[in-house]
Each structure stands twice: as C-alpha cells, then as structure tokens.
C-alpha cells in the first residue's frame, strides 16, 4: 500500500517527461508540423547525450590506461617476462596517462552508469523497451530477418518510419542488455575489493586478466556499434535525425524538413 | 490564474533550491565524519574518487578478505617496478643487512614505539598467497609474510580519535590508509617474499602489504609510520605522494 502511492508518483512523472510518439499527448496549442511525430522522450535525448559524453570520455581514458601496459594476457596473471595473448603495437607511456586516464575513466564510468541506468529502468517503466526494441516474434523469422539484411546490404536508404527495423532492435538490444552489463561486470571483476567480497565475479572469467582482455573486447565492439551507429545516422539524413535527437521532432512526413 | 501558479512554483523552487543546498552541505558534514571523503576529493577527478570511496565505504565490508591461492598457483616472475633508494643511510642500512634499522611508529598513539627487524619477526606472523594487480595492468600471485599492521597498531594504542595511518619510506613514495584498511587482517608488515627474506628491489627490509588495493599502496623500505586524525598538513594534504602525480589515494577501485 504505502509502496504503491510513490511508485505511481514515479510513473506518472516519468509519462509526463518521457512521452513517446504513441502515447504523446496533445495539446490544444500543437500545430501538425510542431508535434508531428515526437521521435524520442525527453528523458532518452537527454540521457542520450550525457552518455555519449560520458562514453568519449570512456574511450579516451581507456585508450590512456591501456598505454602503461599495452600488453593483454589469458587467465589470473600476466606481466613483462611471462607469455602474453597479444600485444598492441603502441609505446609504453609510465607516469602519466594512466594516471589521469583512471581518475577520467572511473568519473566518466559514474556518469555512464547512472545515466545509463535511469535510462534503463524508464525504458523499463514507460514500456519503451518493449514497444520500440523489443523485436517481435514474427520480426525474427527467418523471411525477415533476411528481408531486413538484404536492405541493409543494398545500403537502402530507410524512410522516414515510426519503428526500428529488426536489425536495429536487435542490436539495439544486445548492446543495452548484453554488452553494457557484461562490460560493467568485466570492470567490477578488476576491483580487487569487490572480488573480495563476490570473488565469482572474476573466477567466473578464468581471472583477474581475463577479465581485463575480455572488457577491452567488450570496448571494441562497442566501438564498432559506435562506427555503425553514426554511418547510419549519416546514411539516414544527419540533419534530421540529429534533430529528432536534439529537438525530439522529426520532419512532417511528406513535408520539407 | 497562471500568474499565480507561476510564483507558488517560484516559491516552491527557491524552497527546493535552499533545501538543496543546505542538504548538500549538511551531507558532506556528514559524509565526511563517517569517513566517506578522501583526501584527494578536490577539482573535477575529486567527483569521481569521492563517488568510488564513499560508495566502497558503505557498500562494501570494511574486512571481506582478498582471495588466497594455492602455492601452485604462484607466479614464477614477480615484476619489479622502481629501484632501491639511493640515498646514503639505506645503502648503510642494506649493506648491514638491516641490523641497525627501526621501525618508529608515533603520532596519535598512547606508546610511541620503536621495532627491529628481529622483534616485528618475533611477533606473530602471517602467511598469505594473494593476487596483485598494478595500476598499469600487469599482475602476479605471491606469498607474503609479515606481522598484521593490527597488532603493531595495537601494541601502541591508536587513540580513538584517530582517523589514519601514515607510512613513511626511505623514498619520497609516502603513503596513508583510513583505519578501517589499516586494521584490516590481511594488512601486512611484511619481510617474507615466497619464503625468504625480502628482496631489496622488492622493498626490504619491511614493505607494507595492502591486499585490497592496487599495488603502489604497499609501501616499500618502510622507516617510520606515524597515526593521525588529519592529512591536511601532510605533503600537499593529498593524503600520499600519488594524488600530486596524478594517481588516486584509494586505490581499491
């Protein structure tokens, strides 16, 4: 009972911000090209930005840290005079980038992870996730999955739609709910406090270096999912998605944006 | 009409806006009695060693133990980083092999002490295989042996007004724990490496071994330990010699 009356508060605060095109409201001062069709919420353009600051920041420090020992191993343990997995052709940079770069990593790390999750548990609340990301069963069917392929093969250029395609939940997905948090994993399992507490969290990976070789494969993929994501925009039309992510407003259909 | 809602809303956000601030303040009071702010908090990568602190402080236990390992499992080369001091009392020091070398412990104790070599090994001693990772990536597993940094804490009494542990070297790399890592069992005094003496590139006579941190907290070629309640007046009062080079004073990510 007592729970209830905050977490409907909770909800409808999150509705009112985070309106989504089918459940937007209007009101009686929106004109047709003003509200046409509200492409994202509120709360996922600004959560949408802070993250990809965050996620630079990320990048950059990661790319640092990686300069102190640009060497990568398999198991617990590894360092110069023992057999490594694979060695990245970069200088060894002591003193210095890996120093700010951890303070960097770990203060961009906060911000992706709260504002990641605030994402999350609204897209969880406002049914966003499953109304826009979630690929229906008959989207992942065999047909259309290769439907779906073939147009993207062909570099066609989408049209201005309500829905993602189902190669785009899909990967929409597997990014929010499979490499984000395994990446997070793999970081926490590099803490030597939180194995102390939840050593599965590293034994799980075969290890403390493990860990670490599997989080900068985890960082690669996203930098690939980074690659693609912005090829499509471009591909898309930079300006108007760009708009629809700033503004939230997608050109009128049919109209001249 | 909508004037009028207007200005309750003013008012109701200059209401919101104090309390914000007041709150603000009265939290970091808070937070910083109950140990929850680090020396190094200041500028904009104090945000984020703030948030980790203060987060392991209350999420985390303050004695959940590092994992130890089989002697199986130790690794065969143990990586070196840095030199011995090359300053001319640890050269005496090392050429005699330590037999005139104290450790003085001091500061906010009821007994000011001061230890050889032969009586720290006199005390109890313990014996653990663990895991060390380096700021820079590399690790190593390693038998460490040494007396509990708790009983010779206890055997000079800290005052309990006390809030930190302050390790001096003969080397410029000062460090400090909070109590609760100071106290914690597998903080070590440690003079064994995998069963033998400690080896001069590896700290002797007498590095400190925190399991729980990144490895540049062990403090090597320890000299002098001194209990505190403040680190401001302390180097930079950054609480160790690696915040003014860039790297974080907690160090257990």
């Known amino acids: 009972m007592f729970v209830e009356v905050p977490y409907a508060m909770l909800l409808l605060s999150m509705a009112e911000f985070a309106y989504v095109p089918r459940l937007a409201i209007t009101s009686d001062t929106s004109t047709s090209d003003i509200l046409d069709s509200p492409r994202h919420s509120g709360l996922v353009r600004i959560t949408h930005w802070i993250f990809t600051l965050s996620f630079f920041g990320l990048l ?7 300069l102190a020992h640009p060497h990568f191993y398999w198991g617990e343990t590894g360092g110069i005079g023992t057999p490594s997995l694979f060695d990245l052709p970069l200088p060894t940079m002591l003193g210095g980038p890996s120093g700010w770069g951890r303070s960097l990593h770990f203060l961009s790390a906060w911000i992706a992870v709260l504002s990641g999750s605030l994402y999350a548990v609204s897209g969880i609340l406002t049914q966003h996730f499953r109304v826009h990301l979630l690929p229906s069963p008959a989207d ?9 392929l073939l147009d993207h093969l062909r570099l066609k250029r989408p049209a201005e739609e309500d829905s993602y395609n189902v190669l785009q939940r899909l990967s929409y997905v597997i990014v929010i709910f499979v490499v984000f948090p395994m990446i997070i994993v793999t970081g926490l399992a590099m803490s030597p406090v939180i194995t102390s507490m939840l050593p599965q969290i590293v034994i799980v990976f075969g290890g403390h270096q493990t860990a670490r070789t599997v989080h900068f494969f985890l960082a690669d ?6 690659a693609v994501h912005v090829a499509m925009v ?3 039309g930079f300006a108007s998605r760009m708009r629809a992510m700033i503004t939230g407003r997608t050109p009128a259909k049919g109209g001249v944006s | 009409m909508s004037q009028a809602v207007s200005r309750r ?7 919101a806006t104090a309390a914000g601030v007041s709150g603000l303040a009265a939290a970091a009071r808070i937070a910083d009695r109950y140990g929850l702010i680090p020396p190094d908090h200041g500028g904009i990568w104090g945000i984020g060693e ?16 590092a994992r130890e ?10 990586p070196v980083s840095g ?22 412990v001091d500061g906010m104790v009821a007994r000011p002490s001061s230890f050889s070599l032969d009586e720290l090994k006199r005390f109890p001693s313990r014996s653990q295989i663990t895991h060390q990772a380096c700021e820079e990536g590399w690790s190593f597993i390693a038998e460490w042996t040494g007396v509990p940094l708790s009983y010779v804490l206890s055997l000079a009494g800290v005052s309990p007004l006390a809030k930190f542990a302050v390790f001096f070297p003969f080397d410029e790399s000062w460090d400090s724990l909070d109590l609760p890592d100071a106290f914690h069992p597998q903080t070590l005094l440690a003079y064994g490496l995998n069963g033998e003496d400690l080896p001069a590139p590896h700290g002797a006579p007498l590095r400190l071994r925190v399991a729980r941190q990144l490895g540049y907290k062990s403090v090597k070629y320890l000299s002098h330990i001194t209990v505190t309640d403040t680190l401001k007046n302390i180097g930079k009062g950054l609480g160790s010699a690696s915040p003014e080079e860039g790297y974080s004073w907690f160090a257990g990510i």
């Not at chain 1, 992942?140 to 779906?148: D, E, K, V």
């Not at chain 1, 993929?221 to 980074?226: Q, T």
């Not at chain 2, 809303?9 to 209401?15: A, C, E, H, P, S």
């Not at chain 2, 602190?53 to 004695?63: C, D, E, P, V």
């Open chain 1, 60 to 66: 950059v420090s990661g790319f640092a840290i990686i």
């Open chain 1, 140 to 148: 992942l069917s065999w047909r259309s999955l290769r439907a779906s």
């Open chain 1, 221 to 226: 993929s996203l930098i690939l999912f980074l």
């Open chain 1, 234 to 236: 471009i591909h898309a």
């Open chain 2, 9 to 15: 809303k003013l008012i109701t956000r200059g209401f």
């Open chain 2, 50 to 65: 703030t948030l980790t602190y203060a987060t392991q402080r209350i999420l985390m236990s303050r004695r959940s133990l």
């Open chain 2, 69 to 78: 390992f089989s002697r199986s499992e130790i690794s065969k080369v143990i």
């Open chain 2, 83 to 104: 030199d011995p001091p090359r300053t001319e009392p640890f050269e005496r020091l090392l050429a005699g092999s330590f037999a005139d070398w104290r450790l003085k």
